[in-house]
């Protein structure tokens, strides 16, 4: 192994003192370069792009498009409290119960049906038939909060029941 000072001088022999620093430099000034080049694209992406001039432009565009964020979050809520409203006023559940209303005899089977259709609050209707080999008899009854002004059999009663058990309350 050669002797550090040796090393030195070999090295200087190749390249005098003043190449020396140019190299050093000219690495320096390609390195600073390098450094300004990055700092640019970051100060181009601060200032929202080509457009803004300075600081402040890049605020005002950001203030302005914060704005605007605000603006249709406040139409979503508005909509989606309409939205509530109306699907409240829709029909939430729909159950069926077959029966046979004729169980001593035989006729009919269990083709006769009661199905309610309820909105979250009751409201609704109750539709039921009775079916005969000669005839089908259709009934339907309103619903107002899970009753009716009119009499209700077992079946259109313990449809209007599975009806309110299947509804999600929230």
């Known amino acids: 192994m050669q002797n550090p000072k040796n090393m030195v001088h070999s090295f200087s022999m190749i390249f005098d003192t003043t190449q020396i620093v140019e190299i050093g430099l000219g690495i320096l000034a390609f390195l600073l370069l390098i450094w300004v080049i990055c700092l640019e694209i970051r100060i ?18 950001f203030r302005g ?10 139409s979503l809520e508005t ?20 029966f046979n209303p004729f169980k001593g005899t035989g006729s ?3 083709q006769s049906f009661a199905t309610a259709l309820i909105d ?6 109750v539709l039921s ?25 077992k079946e259109e009663k313990e449809a209007i029941a599975s009806a309110k058990k299947s509804i999600r309350h929230e």
């Open 79 to 98: 909509y989606l409290i309409d939205v509530e409203k109306r699907l409240s006023r829709s029909i939430q559940s729909v159950q069926t119960i077959r």
């Open 129 to 153: 038939t009775i079916y005969t080999r000669e005839h089908s008899s259709i009934f339907a009854k309103p619903l107002k909060k899970h009753a009716s002004e009119y009499e209700l059999t």
């Open 120 to 125: 979250e609050k009751g409201d609704g209707a």
């Open 44 to 61: 181009h992406r601060l200032l929202a792009g080509g457009g803004a001039k300075n600081l402040e432009d890049s605020l005002k565009h």
């Open 108 to 110: 009919g089977g269990n």
């Open 65 to 74: 498009e914060l704005k605007d964020v605000a603006d249709f979050r406040k």
